[in-house]
């Protein structure tokens, strides 16, 4: 059995990236999987600044408009599916505003997946007591020089949790940090 081609699309390669392009892409109707990839180690320093003056900040702030703006997409192409690591280092609240968005444009049917577990910042601590090496790899330096000056540290996380998102249903997979190559 022969299987047919998934026509995946990358919209972003960066936070503030044409805010056109992922728009363009999806209504021109041809794709099966449009990617967004925001984060970069100086935008995740940025949302963890943001996300210590307030909890449910740390994703991508213009996501949810682009969501808002691609509703009528989602209606007009019901197997289109978007997978973005915006959630940067607060997938779950990202999820939350797009859900919102999505419900006040009628898509109270289009599933959101909210994939977790690379921000390893509060166990660094932990980490250290239990003296698990966690030191530089090119200079050797140890962590704990550090570890009082951390804004984010981060796993970078794989394919999988997307797989299992879009195979649980997903529509729109929301992420924090992942390898770039996992997001498609």
Same mark, same amino acid.
């Given at each position: 059995?022969?299987?047919?081609?998934?026509?995946?699309?990358?919209? %972003?390669?960066?936070?503030?990236?044409?805010?056109?392009?992922?728009? =363009? +892409? $999806?209504?021109?109707?041809?794709? !099966? /999987? &449009?990617?967004?990839?925001?984060?970069?180690?100086?935008?995740?320093?940025?949302?963890?600044?943001?996300?210590?003056?307030?909890?449910?900040?740390?994703?991508?702030?213009?996501?949810?408009?682009?969501?808002?703006?691609?509703?009528?997409?989602?209606?007009?192409?019901?197997?289109?599916?978007?997978?973005?690591?915006?959630?940067?280092?607060?997938?779950?609240?990202?999820?939350?505003?797009? %859900?919102?968005?999505?419900?006040?444009?009628?898509?109270?049917?289009? =599933? +959101? $997946?909210?994939?977790?577990?690379? !921000? /390893? &910042?509060?166990?660094?601590?932990?980490?250290?007591?239990?003296?698990?090496?966690?030191?530089?790899?090119?200079?050797?330096?140890?962590?704990?020089?550090?570890?009082?000056?951390?804004?984010?540290?981060?796993?970078?996380?794989?394919?999988?949790?997307?797989?299992?998102?879009?195979?649980?249903?997903?529509?729109?997979?929301?992420?924090?940090?992942?390898?770039?190559?996992?997001?498609?």
């Amino acid at each position: 059995m022969a299987s047919q081609p998934l026509r995946v699309g990358n919209g %972003a390669g960066f936070w503030g990236d044409n805010l056109d392009a992922p728009f =363009l +892409l $999806a209504r021109d109707g041809r794709l !099966d /999987v &449009l990617t967004l990839e925001y984060l970069a180690e100086l935008t995740l320093a940025i949302l963890g600044h943001l996300r210590s003056k307030d909890p449910e900040a740390g994703y991508v702030t213009d996501f949810p408009d682009l969501i808002e703006r691609l509703s009528p997409i989602f209606r007009e192409q019901e197997g289109l599916k978007l997978v973005t690591n915006a959630g940067g280092l607060n997938p779950p609240a990202c999820a939350r505003r797009c %859900a919102e968005i999505l419900a006040r444009a009628g898509h109270d049917d289009t =599933l +959101l $997946a909210a994939v977790t577990g690379d !921000d /390893v &910042l509060d166990q660094i601590p932990g980490w250290l007591r239990e003296g698990v090496d966690l030191s530089h790899m090119e200079t050797g330096a140890p962590i704990a020089t550090v570890a009082d000056r951390l804004v984010v540290a981060n796993a970078y996380l794989g394919a999988w949790p997307i797989a299992d998102a879009l195979r649980s249903g997903g529509r729109v997979v929301i992420t924090g940090r992942v390898a770039d190559a996992s997001l498609t």
